[in-house]
């Protein structure tokens, strides 16, 4: 089972165990209506005064078992929160359309919507003839793409040309990159699936493209896509996207160590960016994958963007 798989599940049957922890440690366990996001997260209501909440606000960890009455289970682990704003307005939406019935309930200030987005989770199967139990693949696997998956490449690049931040992350814009021939795409997926010199590793979930980045070899006295001549041969981070529900998942930081991984097989020993000054979010994500301002600023087609490096 995978996250989509585990998605259907929850939403198939509408309700759990849900085992808290009460204030003398010992477990509490309520038996609730809940659903799921598109992004995996279980989500249900309860009262503002119920116990739950409280144990919540004290220990954020949860136990939830959904199924068993067909004799397939789904014991899951995670963290629960109270969710705010756009983080809010998706889980109220994936509430709503299991119960539809509870709309104004929801909007009743005595009514909390939980969250719980899992760390673990196991399916199992004892429906006569069959006794099995598997641990649900629950992040997005991160691979080299693929010479023939030209298609999907070029779809998720048009999706992160249109991203919000698209202006200040991406040199190209979705204009130019929309009108450009299908072999443009056929080439640049086929070097980047099986290149010395270029990689793009994807994040794959269930069968959707969830993110990406593609590295460059960059030789010494080579000139870079900015037209600089390069000093010390390093390799260069580009086209770096993370669909927005799976922000802030950790998806980031494992895609840089791939991209990483391959560029210290190829014999360089630095992993160089360019970044626009107001893109905050990257810089954030950067820096806690161990990159630092090398001190070079310079302005490109999207203004101005400073360097950042780190050592392989
Ligand atoms: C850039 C991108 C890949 C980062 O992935 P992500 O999952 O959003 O990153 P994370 O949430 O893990 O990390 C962002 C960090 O910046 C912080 N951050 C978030 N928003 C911020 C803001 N507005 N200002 C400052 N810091 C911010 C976060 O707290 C986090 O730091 P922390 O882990 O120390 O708390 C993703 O946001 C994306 O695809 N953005 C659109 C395209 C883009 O900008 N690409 C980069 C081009 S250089």
Same mark, same amino acid.
């Given at each position: ?112 919507? /939980? ?26 696997? /991160?691979?080299? /793409? ?167």
């Amino acid at each position: 089972m995978d996250r989509h798989e585990l998605v259907e599940y929850v939403r198939a049957r509408k309700d759990g165990i849900v085992s808290t922890i009460g204030p003398d440690g010992s477990p509490q366990a309520a038996y609730l209506g809940l659903t799921a996001t598109d992004g995996g997260d279980l989500v249900f209501d309860s009262h503002a005064s119920a116990r739950k909440i409280a144990n919540l606000r004290r220990d954020p960890r949860v136990a939830v078992v959904v199924g068993g009455a067909d004799r397939t289970t789904l014991q899951c682990e995670g963290i629960a929160d109270v969710p705010v704003g756009a983080e809010r307005e998706a889980c109220a939406r994936a509430y709503l359309d299991a119960f539809p019935r509870f709309q104004a309930s929801l909007a009743d200030d005595g009514i909390v919507l /939980v969250r719980v987005r899992l760390h673990w989770a196991r399916f199992g199967d004892y429906r006569p003839g069959t006794s099995s139990s598997e641990d649900v693949e629950l992040h997005p696997s /991160v691979r080299r /793409v693929r010479a023939d998956e030209w298609e999907t490449a070029r779809d998720l690049r048009l999706d992160a040309l249109r991203d919000e931040a698209a202006g200040i992350a991406f040199l190209e814009t979705f204009e130019h990159a929309s009108a450009a021939p299908d072999q443009l795409y056929r080439d640049r997926t086929a070097h980047a699936a099986d290149g010395d010199e270029v990689a793009q590793f994807v994040a794959v979930d269930g069968g959707t493209w969830v993110g990406s980045v593609t590295v460059l070899v960059q030789r010494a006295g080579s000139v870079d896509y900015h037209g600089t001549t390069i000093e010390r041969s390093r390799a260069a981070l580009v086209g770096v996207y993370v669909r927005p529900d799976q922000r802030g998942t950790g998806l980031i930081d494992r895609l840089v160590e791939t991209a990483a991984d391959w560029s210290r097989a190829r014999g360089v020993d630095q992993l160089a960016l360019g970044v626009h000054r107001d893109n905050a979010r990257a810089q954030g994500a950067y820096r806690r994958a161990g990159f630092a301002p090398s001190g070079v600023t310079f302005t490109s087609s999207i203004g101005p963007e400073i360097e950042m490096v780190r050592a392989l």
